[in-house]
């Protein structure tokens, strides 16, 4: 192919620029990594080049909208003005992605809802967010507890999907050692095995759960958190129901925690100073002094800030 004259290279940068927006959302520097891998347009990357693209978009009606993953093309040259039942029609769709129970295709299909949000009078984004954000039903709560259950009876491992404090998904893989009820609400006390942790799950915030043939191993010992409290700490320090006295002295007490969540576990010791050390294993070991050079950071930062 010819190269482009350089009249006219303004001109397809923007249209560039314009194909890259209908596709997805990106941020600067992917724009720049795009365009330089066409051949065909010369480079013009400065902050006045893109200023000028952008205000080009504005005079066409297009806007641009600048979001914590870079830039969204709110809409687009040509519309279409769904009708109430399409609308419905779409929507029941969103609702409907995560029961593919697969992951891949559940993105490609957001991806392709996402890509269609600019060409119709529905905000599908934000729809895409609702339907994240929507707890689950009664009944799909029940067929998650059974399966819960059935996976533990078996002894076999699960695939959980489930929803963070932070909106984030995460994905484990785990064996379940308990269901319990607490003020109504349930939750799945679970093991990983390749974090060799344990794990509290609310089954509200659960997506998905796929069983595997894999069977569990056995978890007792590997589960196991053994951590020492000292001072006036050991005279006041109630056991837990799920914790189990080993050794004990003057001053004082040395205990095995099995079931708690990993999470909540060390935040717990950390609440304790200097009268309560980590015993074993030694990943629980790195990861609490991890957890403290952490803190100690966020302070001297936010100290030089001051």
């Given at each position: 192919?010819?190269?482009?004259?350089?009249?006219?290279?303004?001109?397809?940068?923007?249209?560039?620029?314009?194909?890259?927006?209908?596709?997805?959302?990106?941020?600067?520097?992917?724009?720049?990594?795009?365009?330089?891998?066409?051949?065909?347009?010369?480079?013009?990357?400065?902050?006045?080049a893109?200023?000028?693209?952008?205000?080009?978009?504005?005079?066409?009606?297009?806007?641009?909208?600048k979001?914590?993953?870079?830039?969204?093309?709110?809409?687009?040259l040509?519309?279409?003005?769904?009708?109430?039942?399409?609308?419905?029609?779409?929507?029941?769709?969103?609702?409907?992605?995560?029961?593919?129970?697969?992951?891949?295709?559940?993105?490609?299909?957001?991806?392709?809802?996402?890509r269609?949000d600019?060409?119709?009078?529905?905000?599908?984004?934000?729809?895409?967010?609702?339907?994240?954000n929507?707890?689950?039903?009664?009944?799909?709560?029940?067929?998650?507890?059974?399966?819960?259950?059935?996976?533990?009876e078996?002894?076999?491992?699960?695939?959980?999907?489930?929803?963070?404090?932070?909106?984030?998904?995460?994905?484990?893989?785990?064996?379940?050692?308990?269901?319990?009820?607490?003020?109504?609400?349930?939750?799945?006390?679970?093991?990983?095995?390749?974090?060799?942790?344990?794990?509290?799950?609310?089954?509200?915030?659960?997506?998905?759960?796929?069983?595997?043939?894999?069977?569990?191993?056995?978890?007792?010992?590997?589960?196991?958190?053994?951590?020492?409290?000292?001072?006036?700490?050991?005279?006041?320090?109630?056991?837990?129901?799920?914790?189990?006295?080993?050794?004990?002295?003057?001053?004082?007490?040395?205990?095995?925690?099995?079931?708690?969540?990993?999470?909540?576990?060390?935040?717990?010791?950390?609440?304790?100073?200097?009268?309560?050390?980590?015993?074993?294993?030694?990943?629980?070991?790195?990861?609490?002094?991890?957890?403290?050079?952490?803190?100690?950071?966020?302070?001297?930062?936010?100290?030089?800030?001051?």
């Amino acid at each position: 192919m010819i190269k482009s004259e350089k009249s006219h290279d303004t001109g397809l940068r923007i249209m560039e620029v314009l194909k890259i927006l209908l596709e997805e959302d990106v941020d600067k520097h992917t724009i720049i990594e795009k365009l330089k891998s066409n051949n065909d347009i010369s480079n013009a990357y400065t902050n006045e080049a893109y200023l000028k693209y952008f205000n080009t978009f504005e005079l066409l009606g297009l806007n641009i909208e600048k979001t914590s993953e870079g830039y969204s093309l709110k809409n687009a040259l040509h519309h279409i003005e769904l009708t109430v039942q399409e609308e419905k029609i779409l929507i029941k769709l969103i609702k409907s992605i995560n029961k593919l129970n697969n992951k891949k295709q559940e993105e490609t299909i957001k991806k392709l809802i996402s890509r269609l949000d600019k060409y119709v009078n529905l905000d599908l984004k934000d729809e895409l967010k609702k339907a994240e954000n929507e707890p689950i039903s009664e009944s799909l709560k029940i067929n998650i507890i059974n399966t819960l259950k059935q996976s533990m009876e078996d002894k076999s491992e699960v695939t959980i999907t489930y929803k963070k404090r932070n909106g984030t998904k995460e994905t484990l893989d785990a064996a379940i050692k308990k269901i319990l009820e607490e003020k109504g609400h349930y939750y799945v006390m679970c093991f990983n095995p390749s974090m060799l942790r344990n794990k509290r799950i609310s089954i509200n915030s659960i997506m998905s759960v796929k069983r595997s043939p894999k069977q569990a191993q056995d978890l007792k010992s590997k589960s196991s958190v053994i951590f020492e409290v000292y001072g006036r700490l050991s005279k006041s320090y109630k056991i837990k129901s799920w914790e189990t006295l080993n050794d004990f002295g003057d001053g004082y007490l040395r205990i095995t925690n099995t079931k708690e969540d990993f999470d909540i576990l060390l935040h717990r010791l950390l609440k304790y100073g200097e009268n309560c050390k980590i015993i074993q294993p030694s990943n629980v070991i790195n990861e609490f002094l991890s957890l403290t050079d952490d803190i100690l950071n966020n302070l001297e930062e936010n100290i030089c800030q001051k």
